[in-house]
Structures are given as C-alpha cells and as structure tokens.
C-alpha cells in the first residue's frame, strides 16, 4: 500500500495510549509520516477518517481478555462511507508497569493510580506486592494517571505503558505486573485505500440474514463449499427490531482471490444487509518485530 500521500493518522486517544503505540507501529511498518490526531471516542475516529481524504485511523478491535470491540465493530459496520474499510492489523501484547516520579519500589505505600480496567488485570500484583492498606485511585485513563502523579507525593505511583513512562518522565518500576502474562490487542488500520493480495491476507465482512430456520447455515454452508477458512464469528444486535442480529465473521484470503469474490457474491444473494469491513494482511508483534503470518 502506498500512503505517501496521507496527511493525518486519527487514533483512540490521549497521548501515550496503547492506541498510539499501535499508531506508531503502523507508521513503521508503512513508512507513514502523517500529523497525529488523538481522539476522545472510536465514533470520532471513524467520523474524521470519513470526513478527511487522505487520512488513516487506529483502532482497537479485540482484546484477549475482554473480547470484542463492540464500538469499533458497530461503528465500522455502520460508517456512511462504505469505503472506509480495515487496511492492516497488529496483535500487540499488553504490558502494564508500575510508573512513579521515585527509583525505588519500596517507596510506594500511598497509592497506586490507574484506568479502572488497568487496575483489574493488575489485581493479584496489587493484592501481593503492594501494601495492603493502599489507596487505589481510579483515573479516566492510563495517560491521566500518570499526568496526575505530579499532584500527589513520592509515595504513589501509577500503572501504564512503557510509552507512558517515556512521555511523562516517569521511572519504570516494575515491567509486566499484569496478571495475565498473554494479554493482547489486536489494532485495526483503517482508511479508503485499497489493499493488494499478500498470500497471508484475511477478510472480514458483516451480514444479516433473514430471521427463518437454516438461513444461518445455509450463507455458512457457502463458506464450507468453497473451502474458506473461517476464524472468527460473532453476533451483534442490528439495533433496528429485537432479536434480530448482525453477523461478523473473519475468514482467510483475500477479495481480490477469485474463490473469494465467487463467495462473497453468493453470500449477498442470501443476505438482508453484507458490509465489506476489508481485506488486510495478518500480522502479530512480537517483541519489537511485526511478523507477518
């Protein structure tokens, strides 16, 4: 793909999220030299990159831990710009530290400061490492904590990302005290630009089907005769009658592939409403290595 003629990259902000962290990566990975856009909300994101040609957004889609995305998904399906689409993806790994203004970690017996999920996947460091009438302070990010810790004393500290430490100046205390070791992001580019074949591509679309036994199985069926490899599916409410749902589904290859196109226009025969979500290549982050698989 070639984005050299990309202005700005909109991401999930604030400033040192794990958002831009992926934002950084992307840029890496593509050689992408644009003005980055912090937002408040993933509907902000979406909307600027519909408004802006020329112009990329960053966002998460599915965590290890959490599931889905349920914004970013509803929000994708429903862009007014259909060509708004997922252009790459990165599966990065969550990595909370211990951040504070002090060098040593005896030190902090006041309080720990962070988002309220953050402090959740670090409750068994919390519980076993940390005093045991320490404050827990909940903040309304990882960023804002650490931009906090200046209004408090040497003995709080907070819990963020290695980019948090580097742009607020603080120390690394202690890498890695989330409680699950395997915890993972995966980020989505997206933008109206158009994808080319990779041999390691994967496809998402989003359909709804008629509310009748077998209409279901019958667009999967499709998938099992063409000898397409599904990977992930989901439901989401359609949010226009009630207990009526909207399908995702992740599968491998690519639109441009023959075989793909073939089922995808014989899905749509059988479907009330299908959204092309995008057709990207399938990469992890490994230590500092983006790999592609």
């Given at each position: 793909?070639?984005?050299?003629?990309?202005?700005?990259i909109?991401?999930?902000?604030?400033n040192a999220?794990f958002?831009e962290m992926a934002k950084?990566l992307?840029?890496?990975?593509?050689?992408?030299n644009a003005?980055?856009?912090?937002?408040?909300?993933i509907?902000?994101?979406?909307e600027y990159?519909?408004?802006?040609p020329?112009?990329?957004?960053v966002l998460p889609?599915?965590n290890s831990?959490?599931?889905?995305?349920?914004?970013?998904?509803?929000?994708?399906?429903?862009?007014k710009?259909q060509?708004?689409?997922?252009l790459s993806?990165?599966i990065?790994?969550?990595?909370h530290c211990?951040l504070?203004?002090?060098t040593?970690?005896y030190?902090?017996?006041?309080?720990?400061?962070?988002?309220?999920?953050?402090?959740a996947?670090?409750?068994?460091?919390?519980?076993?490492?940390?005093?045991?009438?320490?404050?827990?302070?909940?903040?309304?990010?990882?960023a804002e904590a650490?931009?906090?810790?200046?209004?408090y004393?040497?003995?709080?500290?907070?819990i963020g990302?290695e980019?948090?430490?580097e742009?607020?100046n603080?120390?690394i205390?202690?890498s890695?005290?989330?409680?699950?070791k395997t915890?993972?992001?995966r980020f989505?580019?997206?933008?109206?630009?158009e994808?080319?074949?990779t041999?390691r591509?994967?496809?998402s679309i989003?359909f709804?089907a008629d509310?009748?036994?077998g209409?279901?199985?019958?667009i999967?069926?499709i998938?099992y005769?063409?000898?397409?490899?599904?990977?992930?599916?989901s439901?989401r409410?359609?949010k226009?009658e009630?207990?009526?749902?909207i399908f995702?589904?992740n599968f491998?290859g690519h639109?441009k592939s023959?075989?793909?196109f073939?089922?995808l226009?014989k899905?749509k025969?059988?479907?009330?409403?299908m959204?092309?979500?995008?057709?990207?290549?399938?990469m992890?982050?490994?230590?500092i290595?983006i790999h592609?698989?």
């Amino acid at each position: 793909m070639n984005f050299d003629n990309v202005s700005n990259i909109a991401y999930l902000g604030p400033n040192a999220s794990f958002s831009e962290m992926a934002k950084d990566l992307f840029e890496a990975r593509y050689d992408i030299n644009a003005y980055p856009m912090p937002m408040q909300t993933i509907r902000q994101v979406v909307e600027y990159v519909e408004n802006n040609p020329n112009t990329l957004g960053v966002l998460p889609v599915e965590n290890s831990i959490e599931g889905t995305v349920r914004e970013t998904l509803d929000t994708l399906m429903h862009s007014k710009n259909q060509n708004i689409k997922i252009l790459s993806q990165i599966i990065m790994p969550i990595n909370h530290c211990l951040l504070a203004r002090t060098t040593e970690c005896y030190s902090i017996t006041g309080g720990i400061i962070s988002h309220p999920q953050a402090l959740a996947q670090c409750r068994n460091f919390i519980h076993e490492e940390m005093p045991r009438n320490i404050n827990i302070i909940e903040s309304p990010s990882t960023a804002e904590a650490a931009r906090s810790l200046s209004n408090y004393n040497l003995t709080y500290a907070a819990i963020g990302s290695e980019k948090t430490a580097e742009v607020y100046n603080l120390n690394i205390l202690k890498s890695n005290i989330n409680d699950d070791k395997t915890n993972k992001t995966r980020f989505v580019l997206i933008g109206d630009f158009e994808t080319d074949k990779t041999g390691r591509d994967r496809t998402s679309i989003a359909f709804a089907a008629d509310n009748r036994p077998g209409a279901l199985m019958e667009i999967l069926n499709i998938f099992y005769e063409s000898n397409i490899n599904l990977s992930y599916i989901s439901s989401r409410p359609s949010k226009l009658e009630f207990g009526d749902y909207i399908f995702i589904v992740n599968f491998d290859g690519h639109i441009k592939s023959k075989k793909i196109f073939d089922a995808l226009t014989k899905i749509k025969e059988k479907t009330t409403f299908m959204k092309f979500l995008g057709s990207y290549e399938k990469m992890f982050l490994d230590g500092i290595r983006i790999h592609s698989v």
